[in-house]
């Protein structure tokens, strides 16, 4: 695990725990604030821009349309990552779960899109996914016009990472991602 420093060698940074973090967001300690928990640390998420939403809704309506019944597609669902960190894709595709089994602690498909090349999710998220035993990792990056699409997980992160530009068409099973459309200005 990765946590934030100082510059005084004389300060040590506690970590948050995930399961403090949920019993402070239970209490509404974060109310009106966009958070997640990442390696121990609260990090603030951006504003979400017009382009970052319209992105996020295309692949939610693609998924949810051409996935089934069988995975539930969330839009900024939190996920269970590890002890250290609930991170919160912009779409997540997991298994279908009961009411009360809490955030799932690992998905089939992570996706955050990103309006400028961030080495948050370019650097840190990955591997939290990978070593939640995700599949699949893709960054849509507005400002690059491009995915990234991160595969094949380990420990230490995805062994497969591959730039991906339009007019290509990612898949997932099944069901086409148009990079041109979902790219669009």
């Known amino acids: 695990m990765s946590v934030a420093t100082t510059t005084d060698p004389q300060t040590s940074v506690r970590p948050l725990r995930r399961e403090t973090f ?3 967001v239970e209490q509404g300690h974060f109310a009106g604030e966009r958070v997640e928990l990442l390696e ?13 939403a319209r992105a996020i809704t295309l692949l939610t309506k693609w998924l949810v349309r051409g996935l089934g019944d069988d995975v539930e597609v969330g839009p900024q669902v939190p996920l269970a990552a590890s002890a250290f960190s609930e991170p919160e894709p912009d779409i997540s595709v997991t ?5 009360g089994s809490g955030h799932p602690q690992t998905a089939e498909l992570a996706i955050e899109v990103t309006p400028s090349t961030h080495p948050t999710d370019l650097e840190i998220k990955p591997v939290i996914y990978a070593a939640a035993g995700i599949p699949q990792y893709w960054v849509i990056d507005l400002a690059a016009d491009r995915a990234v699409v991160h595969s094949d997980p380990g420990d230490d ?5 591959a730039a991906v530009h339009a007019p290509a068409t990612l898949m997932f099973r099944g069901v086409s991602i148009d990079l041109a459309e ?3 200005r």
């Not at 298994?95 to 009411?99: A, L, M």
């Not at 992160?157 to 990472?161: E, L, P, V």
């Open 22 to 24: 949920e019993a402070l």
């Open 95 to 99: 298994r279908v779960r009961t009411v």
């Open 157 to 161: 992160g995805y062994a497969q990472i």
């Open 182 to 184: 979902l790219l669009r």
């Open 40 to 52: 121990g640390v609260l990090v603030q998420m951006p504003p979400m821009s017009d382009r970052h």
